[in-house]
């Protein structure tokens, strides 16, 4: 089974600063591994995906990720945050193996970019 | 049209209603999915179908009802629910089939409201 962690529930940060979305993993198996995100009253935006290859992977709007396999982790940056960047993240994982394309979310993190 | 559009936006309904959600997706997709997203929380998978047969259900309830007529609508039936099933129920679909991942495509959701 693959459960995801993601350690800072909410992350204010200013406009036009760095942030970082901290995302843990843990599987028994090969893995797929997203960044989705929310914004009010909407449905889900894929970000971006890690499925192989090289380990830093850029999305939409700016953001990237790196998959660290030693340490687990996949956390999500972006250089300088805009307003428009308020919205739910969710880290999120797939075994390398279904065949239904499963995904298992974490808990989300909250990021209020303050003006 | 990569789009998955999902209808009502909005439903209210009393706890001995019967009322269905409706999902549709014109992009070939072959996999069709129903997660339930309370406030503040991660999306929780429902129902899988796979080529138009239900293929996971994770131990929901009996008063929700999944139903895939054919390969582009995906219904949801709800009779006798709860106030607490009140949330925000979003559909998503995929090519489906054997790895490599496929990337799940969401709608906007139905936001549900039981009183």
């Known amino acids: 089974a693959q459960s995801v962690t993601q350690l800072d529930s909410q992350v204010p940060v200013f406009e036009e600063a760095p942030v970082e979305l901290r995302c843990n993993y843990s599987s028994s198996v090969s893995v797929y591994l997203f960044w989705y995100v929310q914004y009010p009253n909407q449905g889900l935006q894929l970000l971006l995906k890690y499925l192989s290859g090289s380990t830093l992977v850029k999305g939409i709007n700016g953001f990237e990720a790196e998959f660290n396999k030693s340490q687990t982790s996949f956390h999500l940056r972006k250089p300088s945050v805009h307003i428009s960047d308020t919205a739910e993240y969710f880290c999120?994982?797939?075994?390398?193996?279904?065949?239904?394309?499963?995904?298992?979310f974490g808990p989300g993190t909250s990021l209020s970019v303050i003006p | 049209d990569t789009e998955v559009t999902q209808t009502p936006k909005h439903l209210v309904m009393g706890m001995t209603n019967k009322k269905s959600l409706k999902c549709e997706q014109h992009m070939g997709h072959r996999a069709m999915y129903w997660y339930k997203q309370k406030a503040k929380k991660p999306p929780e998978l429902m129902f899988v179908?796979?080529?138009?047969?239900?293929?996971i259900n994770e131990s929901v309830p009996s008063r929700f009802s999944p139903e895939c007529p054919n390969s582009s609508l995906l219904n949801l039936h709800l009779h006798a629910l709860q106030p607490e099933d009140s949330a925000l129920y979003l559909c998503?679909?995929?090519?489906?089939?054997?790895?490599?991942?496929?990337?799940?495509?969401f709608g906007p959701g139905t936001r549900l409201t039981v009183l």
């Open positions: 179908y796979s080529y138009e047969k239900l293929s």
């Open positions: 998503a679909s995929s090519q489906g089939g054997l790895p490599p991942y496929n990337e799940q495509f």
């Open positions: 999120a994982v797939s075994a390398a193996k279904t065949s239904y394309d499963k995904v298992i």
